[in-house]
């Protein structure tokens, strides 16, 4: 909290020495005018924001008598909970889907299903190759491979699969793999030799050691740590819905209620030279309107998406119904490039669990939505006992009033990166659930 001798030092004081306060001023301004940046903030960037404001702007105070500038309809969730969002695709099922593109023969496919099956989690082959052909022989005892075909198999999962070093035995071998495929590692051949213990540590100078654990430090050491993807962060919901006795209850993520200081405004009249102080009070009041901008407008963008996917929000997303962006921009009377930005990057959790907004909007096919049809795809292809083509697939949604063509169906497929009947068979790919 800012004591009154502080605030009127900070305004007072002659101009050349507030380079520091009018810098953060641009800095806030040039924010709010470009409030594109911030209405596709998620929470946690958002938050962020308004510390960083609190703490620089002597205009603005964190208004500690409200709990909330917009008060939700039902609060019961816990403020530091972190939710982990469930990666859909698992890394093996994601693997096998990947093998089927790499231009692998049908033999050194059936190896590499073998080599995928033998992963730990982190991505490490837990089988020597030996091991690898002598599987592979007993399935196929005709088979002539060696241990060299096998091994080049490794070698294409390797450098041409994500993540990159799948497959490899462990840390060293992952390790001599990165080194040898870098273009930025400094003197790559001493590291490459004392990775694989040809020379030993006290053998290489200072300099060498240094590069070593420097190069060391910087790379991943399993190849799942590659991963860049939702299967590792930890988000916070913005929106929070739950039924509760037939009805339904919406709660915002609370953000700092914030509000024009007080003891600053009474002070106004002392201020002899008020620029800086109109400048910070623009800002300030900028931010507090955006705020309430954003809250008012995420409570009725929930209202309506409550309103027209009911049931996709109880049952699950193949419950899907048409829904565009477009046409809830237009309900809300608000631009279609608003609506976008308000909910990219925004999560909501849910009775079906924690979802993206934009996973709400479905194209129209028929009369169904282009992603409940690409859900029910999906269900179908993992619950199958013998693999089914595209035109059987079209048939079962086609009884169950789906109106769709076959082509449809296999664009989806393809879509969502599934072989086709004749490679599920082939191969006896199955998708876990």
């Known amino acids: 909290m800012y004591t009154t001798y502080s605030i009127l030092q900070a305004i007072t004081m002659p101009k050349n020495s507030l380079q520091q306060k009018t810098t953060f001023n641009l800095n806030l301004s040039l924010s709010l005018k470009n409030s594109i940046e911030l209405l596709a903030m998620p929470y946690d960037d958002l938050l962020i924001e308004i510390n960083n404001a609190l703490e620089e702007n002597i205009v603005l105070t964190e208004n500690t008598e409200k709990i909330s500038e917009y ?4 609060e019961k969730i816990n403020e530091n909970d972190f939710v982990k969002l469930e990666y859909k695709e ?9 093998l089927l593109y790499l231009g692998l023969t049908n033999e050194q496919l059936n190896i590499a299903h073998i ?3 033998n992963l730990t989690e982190v991505g490490f082959l837990e089988v020597s190759i030996k091991t690898i052909m002598h599987i592979y022989l007993r399935k196929h005892p ?7 075909q096998c091994d080049a198999v490794k070698e294409k999962m390797q450098t041409n699969l994500e993540p990159f070093g799948i497959a490899s035995f462990n840390t060293q071998d992952f390790l001599l793999l990165q080194v040898s495929h870098s273009k930025d590692i400094v003197d790559k051949s001493t590291i490459m030799q004392l990775l694989s213990g040809e020379i030993d540590i006290n053998q290489v100078t200072t300099t060498q050691k240094h590069n070593f654990l420097d190069a060391i430090k910087l790379l991943p050491k399993t190849p799942v740590d590659n991963l860049d993807n939702i299967q590792n962060s930890y988000i ?3 929106i929070f819905i739950e039924k509760v006795e037939g009805k339904w209850c919406i709660s915002l993520k609370k953000l ?27 800002v300030a009041r900028g931010l507090i309107g955006f705020l309430s901008y954003r809250n008012q407008c995420l409570q009725q963008i929930t209202k309506v998406l409550i309103t027209k996917q009911p049931q996709a929000l109880i049952k699950g997303l193949e419950y899907l119904l048409p829904l565009t962006q477009k046409q809830l921009a237009l309900e809300l009377d608000i631009g279609e490039s608003t609506l976008s930005r308000l909910i990219k990057n925004k999560y909501m959790e849910t009775p079906i669990g924690i979802i993206k907004i934009q996973d709400l909007f479905s194209a129209n096919v028929g009369n169904h939505a282009s992603k409940s049809i690409q859900h029910r795809i999906i269900q179908i292809i993992q619950n199958e006992n013998v693999a089914l083509s595209d035109q059987k697939i079209c048939d079962l949604l086609t009884r169950d009033k789906v109106v769709i063509c076959r082509r449809t169906i296999t664009k989806y497929r393809k879509k969502l990166n599934l072989p086709s009947a004749r490679h599920r068979k082939l191969f006896n790919i199955k998708f876990r659930k």
């Open 115 to 117: 080599m995928v099956e």
């Open 90 to 98: 698992s890394l093996f099922s994601n693997l096998e889907n990947q």
């Open 142 to 148: 005709n088979s002539q491979i060696n241990t060299q």
């Open 71 to 74: 008060p939700s309809t039902y």
């Open 236 to 238: 916070r919901p913005d």
């Open 256 to 282: 700092p209620a914030i509000t024009v200081n007080k003891e600053y405004l009474s002070l106004r009249k002392q201020i002899p030279d008020k620029t800086l102080f109109n400048e910070h009070l623009a």
